[in-house]
């Protein structure tokens, strides 16, 4: 497609060139917008910026840096360090937010961080595009990913609080499990599972039913592929990006048509702030990236297929994980009552899983009209899914 871009491309600039009387015709301002739209769906999108450089406290504006604490082959643990703050000077509560490796680059976590940092010492998951990992690196499980969570939280130090969005609830909830039945110091004080796959047989959805429609060799034969030259991780085996992006979009196609239609008119209009917008959107959507073949199989396998959390049979490294082994850390599940990626009473799961923590230990929250890009981003996270979030870890030793 990329000679076809650079065409796009080309004739975009020379359509809109102020000095090309076509530019000002209905017909040249039409070529223009579809030659936009076309490049812009053809594009490969690079890893977006937190673009976070301050943050709001008590009403002074504090300057923020992020900072690399702990480097691995397959993911970072990203600080955002508020001025002042290096040391923890200001007392605040440290917050592991743990973002999905699902197709999408953590900064899609941009606005849940931005909310959470005025109160809390944030770090972050930041997981790194299989693509770009050279094959000598090896590979990268399920088993891994929740090595590396406990890793992390060992490096943040004790009293840490967690925080997991979508696909990594799985993996946090065993990850503490574990840490807690061998009383382990970096057992964190809470862990908030937001719109989480903990048991995808309550009201399941249409990733729910592709899972268990098809074998996983289906899914082995039909979207793993290899990385090509010239990527550093040239040969290794991914779930590409570009796939799980494609099925995305498929799910809601007549919104994500209707918005494109928008814009066409848009760019006709000349509705700068309206095509503005659009774009912020869809350029952090549309970049995506490959998941290592063994971590994307073995969590359709385990997660979605056989749900082994729920019914009792999830190992890691050969070790059983007992949700019921947690006492110590507290629990709270959110869900957005219009959530089409883990359905209503997926993550709420948890609870009967963690069967023993009090009931002091625990919180349940559902907000009633938000999706799942809701739950973790927007108005309704900022306005009624927060402050119950930071609420809640205050009550924990925050």
Excluded at 262 to 268: D, E, G
Excluded at 341 to 369: F, K, W
Aim: aromatic share 10%; proline share 7%; glycine share 8%.
């Amino acid at each position: 497609m990329a000679p076809l871009r650079f065409a796009a491309e080309a004739n975009q600039m020379m359509l809109r060139h102020p000095l090309n009387p076509m530019s000002y015709t209905p017909t040249g301002r039409a070529w223009a917008a579809a030659c936009e739209i076309f490049e812009a769906n053809s594009r490969h999108y690079h890893k977006p910026a937190f673009g976070l450089s301050s943050t709001s406290i008590d009403g002074k504006e504090i300057p923020v840096s992020e900072q690399v604490v702990a480097r691995r082959p397959f993911g970072q643990l990203k600080r955002f360090v508020r001025a002042g703050d290096e040391s923890g000077a200001f007392g605040d509560p440290k917050l592991l937010i743990v973002a999905p490796l699902s197709g999408h680059y953590a900064t899609l976590l941009r606005d849940t961080v931005r909310v959470m940092l005025p109160d809390h010492d944030v770090y972050i998951t930041d997981w790194r595009d299989a693509a770009q990992v050279p094959l000598r690196e090896g590979a990268f499980d399920l088993d891994d990913y929740i090595d590396y969570l406990m890793d992390f939280l060992a490096v943040i130090g004790p009293g840490a609080h967690t925080l997991a969005v979508c696909q990594p609830s799985v993996p946090l909830l065993a990850a503490v499990s574990f840490l807690e039945a061998v009383g382990d110091a970096a057992t964190p004080r809470s862990m908030t599972l937001m719109g989480g796959p903990i048991d995808t047989r309550i009201n399941p959805t249409t990733p729910n039913e592709l899972a268990q429609s098809h074998s996983l060799a289906w899914f082995e034969r039909t979207v793993i592929q290899r990385v090509p030259a010239p990527n550093p991780g040239f040969m290794r085996r991914v779930y590409p990006g570009f796939v799980q992006l494609s099925g995305f979009m498929t799910m809601n196609l007549d919104r994500h048509v209707g918005a494109h239609l928008r814009l066409y008119h848009n760019l006709l209009r000349g509705d700068g702030d309206s095509v503005d917008q659009h774009r912020a959107f869809y350029d952090e959507y549309r970049a995506v990236m490959d998941l290592p073949a063994e971590y994307y199989l073995q969590t359709v396998q385990k997660v979605f297929q056989e749900h082994q959390l729920a019914v009792g049979t999830f190992h890691h490294r050969a070790e059983l994980i007992d949700p019921g082994a947690i006492t110590t850390c507290a629990l709270m599940t959110v869900e957005g009552g219009k959530d089409d990626i883990s359905g209503v009473g997926q993550t709420r799961a948890a609870h009967d899983l963690c069967h023993n923590l009090g009931a002091h230990m625990r919180e349940h929250y559902e907000e009633p009209d938000v999706g799942h890009y809701g739950v973790f981003n927007g108005r309704r996270w900022r306005q009624n899914i927060a402050p119950r979030i930071k609420a809640f870890i205050a009550r924990h030793g925050g």
